[in-house]
Antibody, heavy 121, light 107 residues
Framework: QLQLQESGPGLVKPSETLSLTCSVS??????????WAWIRQPPGKGLEWIGTIYYSGSTYYNPSLKSRVTVSVDTAKNQFSLKLTSVTAADTAMYYC?????????????WGQGTLVTVSS | DIQMTQSPSSLSASIGDRVTITCRAS??????LNWYQQKPGKAPNLLIYAASSLQSGVPSRFTGSGSGADFTLIISSLQPEDFATYYCQQTYSTPRTFGQGTKVEIK
């Protein structure tokens, strides 16, 4: 059974870089079919897609965040990561990783449990 | 970006009620539309993909329909475990975008 688990600091200072890792178990991240995504949800608000990566390293980003986002993959560790630079309070959110059926119809499934990141000094 | 607009933003319903949630895209997205359920404190869970296909393990009381720009999620007989927030999401183009959510509460 595929499982995803986010990890990383829960508190980041303004202007610094948010770094999170998603560990994938139960399947290989070297999937030909699937991609891997980050999505976030500010407290009490809706969902925002951040970016997606393929095992080969090809990436797709939300233009609203593209200048500050880097998603990378480590196939040896079966992990992928998110870096978001120059964070502000507006980046405070629950951050989820998910498998992404980028070329197909299923969207994001399954999701990790999420990790709350607060931006505060 | 394709804007997704759900209505209503919230609704109150009783056990056994038929519940209808709508989602409108700012342009035609064919049938590239998914529905997710999110319970408090939990990650979203895929319910329906390609507008009308039920994800494995999802009860048959959930039905999706629509194509083009207008879509509907129907819960035929609301159960206690269905009280949650529901999101639509388009898979037609990048960036992938979600509706603002519809919160289904107990009447």
């Amino acid at each position: 059974q595929l499982q995803l688990q986010e990890s990383g600091p829960g508190l980041v200072k303004p202007s610094e870089t948010l770094s999170l890792t998603c560990s994938v178990s139960g399947d290989s991240i070297n999937s030909i079919t699937y991609y891997w995504a980050w999505i976030r949800q500010p407290p009490g608000k809706g969902l925002e897609w951040i970016g997606t990566i393929y095992y080969s390293g090809s990436t797709y980003y939300n233009p609203s965040l593209k200048s500050r986002v880097t998603v990378s993959v480590d196939t040896a560790k079966n992990q992928f990561s998110l870096k978001l630079t120059s964070v502000t309070a507006a980046d405070t959110a629950m951050y989820y990783c998910a498998r992404h059926d980028y070329g197909g119809p299923r969207g994001f499934d399954p999701w990790g449990q999420g990790t709350l990141v607060t931006v505060s000094s | 970006d394709i804007q997704m607009t759900q209505s209503p933003s919230s609704l109150s319903a009783s056990i056994g009620d038929r519940v209808t949630i709508t989602c409108r895209a700012s342009q035609s997205i064919d049938n590239y539309l998914n529905w997710y359920q999110q319970k408090p404190g939990k990650a979203p869970n895929l319910l329906i993909y390609a507008a009308s296909s039920l994800q494995s393990g999802v009860p048959s009381r959930f039905t999706g329909s629509g194509s083009g720009a207008d879509f509907t999620l129907i819960i035929s007989s609301l159960q206690p475990e269905d009280f949650a927030t529901y999101y639509c999401q388009q898979t037609y183009s990048t960036p992938r975008t979600f509706g603002q959510g519809t919160k289904v509460e107990i009447k």
